[in-house]
């Protein structure tokens, strides 16, 4: 044992670096190349974003509209898709959405009243349809008779106390006298789309779900469906409004002028919603 | 609180309970296997049984939905023993509770296993102890701690749980909504009084079982004369 200490080696070489500054002339138009890539992006910025909160029933449709949104005024959108019950407490809650795209006409409403949401930008955009649909081709009549068939073990639907179209849902039930015989079968989905994803992959034989997920334009259906008639439940009026966070961004105010423009209508008539 | 909450709370006591004893079950064996073996897939059944710990449970519970469906391999083997489908079931819950609480059981039961000395199991050996004899008779006593760490664990981790359910659930008050998701349903509805309810109550059993767990399992001081 020595008792004289080792020196430590050092971990890293000293190096030299020599740079060199000259430039080619193929480096100086990469450089300016990427000067004017950064200029267009920064101008890109500054016309202007809107963040967006659209309920889980329309987010195919709000896909299509985006695009036609940023070609149309330059703005981009930042969406996020959701239970429109949910979005409530988050905006209660100060989330930054600048426009609410709604299941209901309540809610907008009620963010109106509470201050949180601009008074007379309020508009029913769409009329939501309710479809019974099975991944199974030939499941579902076009009557619904399969509902009282008992040839099911699990019905899928939205959680009505959150969705809109889980309420509609329900009150079909009701309408038809089947709550007491279906309940015990209802597997719950936390938004349409968690309901449309538990029919879709077999494991419910079959749910309710909004008419803009199963009849997509341009793609055939899969499986069966029966579009339930509009006096089986409340009408589902699906407004937008813009909140107080949005009020002086023109990209948010941009997106409710263009909601209401043809082409928008188009696009939300194209994906089965009535007006 | 109301009587759909009491059902989750006793939902959710049913399904941590059956999720760690099944996980004993299972999970001692892997343990002992894993702490002992030479075997050159060792890492690759370590890093399986740790995957939980690193994929979301968003992941974990896709798959789950796929597979046990109808169309997925799972799903048709539960069919043709006539088990019927495991999504949006009590079994299926614990099949999926069972799988993500997985390395917070073994993973504590594996480390006392190793601690082990081999001297000891020798010594066992000698004395006529058979394979079995060793080991609940020399291992599982001496892997005492590693297994109060892991039955804890493996418990509040289930109780813990909120992805895996939340997608494989389908939120059935009884068979599958369990507190984590009641609690979610109480906030997304803006009920913050039911959620507060249910929230704190969370908070104080989670901070109960973790202090029992290291008072517990408090290193005691070595008895004199002993050394390593």
Redesign the interface.
């Given at each position: 044992m020595s008792s004289i200490p080792e020196r430590p080696r050092p971990l890293f070489r000293p190096y030299r670096y020599k740079l060199d500054f000259t430039m080619s002339s193929f480096r100086r138009a990469l450089l300016l190349a990427l000067l004017i890539a950064g200029a267009v992006v920064t101008s890109l910025g500054r016309a202007g974003e809107a963040q967006v909160a659209v309920a889980a029933n329309f987010a195919g449709p709000m896909a299509k509209i985006g695009e036609g949104y940023t070609a149309a005024t330059g703005h981009t959108l930042k969406v996020s898709v959701g239970?429109t019950?949910?979005f409530?407490?988050q905006i209660?809650a100060g989330a930054p959405f600048e426009v609410l795209i709604a299941a209901d006409d309540e809610t907008p409403t009620r963010l109106v009243k509470e201050g949180l949401a601009v008074p007379d930008t309020h508009f029913t955009y769409a009329i939501g349809r309710l479809v019974l649909w099975s991944a199974q081709p030939a499941f579902v009549d076009d009557q619904g008779a399969v509902l009282a068939s008992g040839k099911f073990?699990?019905l899928?639907i939205a959680?009505p106390?959150?969705a809109p179209y889980g309420q509609a849902g329900m009150e079909v039930l009701k309408a038809r006298g089947l709550v007491d015989a279906v309940t015990p079968k209802?597997?719950?989905?936390?938004t349409i789309a968690?309901t449309y994803?538990?029919v879709a992959?077999?494991?419910?034989e079959l749910g309710f779900v909004a008419l803009s997920q199963v009849a997509v334009p341009g793609k055939p259906v899969s499986g069966s469906y029966w579009l339930v008639p509009a006096s089986l439940h409340a009408e589902i009026r699906q407004d937008a409004v813009l909140l107080k966070t949005g009020e002086n961004n023109p990209a948010a105010v941009a997106l409710l002028a263009y909601l209401k423009s043809d082409a928008a209508k188009r696009v939300i008539q194209a994906y089965g919603y009535g007006r | 609180m109301t009587a759909a909450d009491w059902s989750a709370v006793r939902l959710t006591a049913a399904l941590a309970f059956t999720t760690t004893v099944v996980l004993l079950i299972v999970g001692a064996p892997l343990a002992w296997w894993l702490a002992r073996t030479r075997s050159r897939l060792k890492p690759l059944w370590a890093s399986l049984v740790a995957m939980p710990l690193v994929l979301p449970p968003s992941v974990l519970g896709f798959y789950l939905?796929?597979t046990?469906?109808?169309?997925g391999v799972v799903g048709q083997l539960t069919q043709a023993l006539g088990l019927?489908?495991l999504?949006?079931t009590f079994a299926g819950l614990v099949v999926g509770s069972v799988l993500y609480s997985m390395p917070f059981v073994v993973q504590p039961l594996q480390q006392a296993f190793e601690a082990i000395a081999d001297n000891l199991l020798e010594a066992a050996a000698t004395l006529r102890a058979g394979p079995w004899d060793r080991f609940f008779s020399v291992a599982l006593p001496l892997a005492r701690p590693g297994l109060v760490t892991a039955s804890v664990l493996g418990f509040a981790h289930t109780v813990g749980e909120f992805g895996v359910v939340?997608?494989i659930g389908?939120?059935?008050p009884g068979s599958t909504r369990v507190l984590s998701v009641a609690v979610?349903?109480h906030?997304?509805?803006?009920e913050f009084d039911d959620a507060h309810r249910l929230a704190a109550g969370m908070v104080a059993f989670a901070l109960v079982v973790l202090v029992t767990l290291y008072v517990v399992n408090r290193p005691r001081a070595e008895p004199a004369g002993m050394s390593r």
């Open positions: 239970a019950g949910k409530y407490s209660v073990t699990h899928a959680n106390k959150l209802l597997v719950t989905g936390e968690q994803q538990f992959t077999g494991n419910a | 939905l796929v046990m469906g109808p169309q019927g489908r999504p949006f939340l997608m389908g939120n059935i979610y349903d906030v997304e509805a803006s």
